[in-house]
């Protein structure tokens, strides 16, 4: 069974910085495509970056282009987002995704974990 276990969100002022993290398990996640997306309240679900194996060919969201790095842990399973310079829009709830770029919709997410940017 495919578990993806998002955490690392909170309450951070603009500017902050936050570290997501996503505990994978049930697939071979060396050999998976790993993506990010994020839902703001009222709105579209919004992909946000996916990395591809052994990290390469990370992509990124015009807007976080430059703030937010995709990572990946292949020897614990983890993928990771950290998020630099962080903005009121950016506040959604992250998710992580076992998909590339291009097939992340309906492909398994976890629960998601929080991030809100205020201050």
């Known amino acids: 069974e495919v578990q993806l276990v998002e955490s690392g969100g909170g309450l951070v002022q603009p500017g902050g910085s936050l570290r997501l993290s996503c505990l994978t398990s049930g697939f071979i996640f060396g050999n998976s495509a790993m993506t990010w997306v994020r839902q703001a309240p009222g709105k579209e679900i919004e992909w946000v970056s996916s990395?591809?194996?052994?990290?390469?060919?990370?992509a990124y969201l015009d807007s976080v282009k430059g703030r937010f790095t995709s990572s990946r842990d292949d020897a614990t399973d983890t993928l990771y987002l950290q998020m630099n310079n962080l903005k009121p829009e950016d506040s959604a709830v992250y998710y992580c995704?076992?998909?590339?770029?291009?097939?992340?919709?309906?492909?398994?997410r976890g629960q998601g974990t929080q991030v809100t940017v205020s201050s």
């Open positions: 990395v591809g194996t052994r990290g390469f060919g990370a």
């Open positions: 995704a076992r998909a590339g770029s291009s097939n992340w919709l309906n492909a398994p």
